[in-house]
C-alpha cells in the first residue's frame, strides 16, 4: 500500500506517477487532476463561514488549510492530533456538485478522514460546525500527552 504524500511536492510527484488518476466533470469529461496556482476570491457569506470556521479552529486547537473554488465553495482541510475533517463551506442554496460529493464520499471512506459540508446562513450547521470542531475525542486526549 502506498504512503500518503505528507508534502505539495510529495502530492505532485505521486499525481505525476500515476497518470490514471483524474478528475471525472459532471459533463463526464475526464482531466487529470491539477494543483491550483493562486487563491480566487469567495463569496461575502463564504468567506464569512470561513472566517467563523477559523476562529473556532484556532479556538480549539485546530490547524488546516482552504482552497477558494467560486463555482464550488470553499473546501478547508483541518487537523487536530489524528482527526483530520474535510469541509465543503457553501453559501446558502449552493448545493454539492457529483464530483464534489464523489470526492468526499471517497475521502470519508478511507474511515481516516471525516467529511462534512456546511452551508452560510443555516442554523444547523452552524451548530454542528460548533459541535464538532469543539468536541474532543479520547484519541485527542491521548495525543496530546
Given at each position: 500500500m502506498d504512503r500518503m504524500p505528507q508534502s505539495t511536492a510529495q502530492l505532485k510527484a505521486w499525481l505525476a506517477a500515476r497518470p490514471q488518476v483524474q478528475v471525472v466533470?459532471?459533463?463526464?469529461a475526464r482531466r487529470p487532476v491539477s494543483m491550483p496556482t493562486r487563491p480566487l476570491p469567495a463569496?461575502?457569506?463564504?468567506?464569512?463561514?470561513?472566517?467563523e470556521v477559523r476562529t473556532l479552529a484556532t479556538q480549539y486547537g485546530w490547524v488546516g488549510e482552504h482552497s477558494v473554488h467560486p463555482q464550488d465553495g470553499i473546501r478547508c482541510?483541518?487537523?487536530r492530533g489524528t482527526d483530520v475533517l474535510v469541509v465543503q463551506l457553501l453559501r446558502r442554496?449552493?448545493?454539492?456538485?457529483?464530483?464534489?460529493?464523489?470526492?468526499?464520499?471517497?475521502?470519508?471512506?478511507?474511515?481516516?478522514?471525516?467529511t462534512y459540508?456546511?452551508?452560510?446562513?443555516?442554523a444547523a450547521d452552524r451548530a454542528a460546525m460548533q459541535a464538532r470542531?469543539?468536541?474532543r475525542?479520547?484519541?485527542?486526549?491521548?495525543d496530546e500527552t
Open positions: 466533470e459532471e459533463s463526464g463569496s461575502d457569506a463564504e468567506e464569512a463561514l470561513l472566517s482541510t483541518l487537523v442554496g449552493q448545493k454539492l456538485t457529483m464530483v464534489q460529493q464523489t470526492w468526499l464520499h471517497v475521502l470519508a471512506h478511507t474511515g481516516k478522514i471525516e459540508t456546511w452551508r452560510s446562513g443555516h470542531l469543539s468536541r475525542d479520547a484519541r485527542d486526549a491521548t
